[in-house]
């Protein structure tokens, strides 16, 4: 199950990444190699991810209460 998470999130960080490289802001910049589109996706994806472990974290504290 862990890999398979894994895996659906890996594929998001380079379809976001290509996606997001079309977009009017990074439109005008050269993209040198795959490494840039990865950091991008990166970069978006992270605060869904921060609010994603956050949820995980709050119900766990409210299912033991």
Not at 22 to 29: E, L, M, S, V
Not at 38 to 50: E, T
């Amino acid at each position: 199950m862990t890999r398979l998470a894994a895996a659906i999130a890996g594929s998001g960080v380079f379809l976001t990444a290509f996606a997001a490289s079309a977009c009017p802001a990074c439109a005008g910049r050269d993209v040198g190699s795959v490494t840039y589109l990865v950091l991008l996706g990166a970069m978006i994806l992270l605060p869904f991810a921060v609010a994603w472990v956050a949820f995980v974290v709050l119900r766990k504290r409210q299912a033991v209460r």
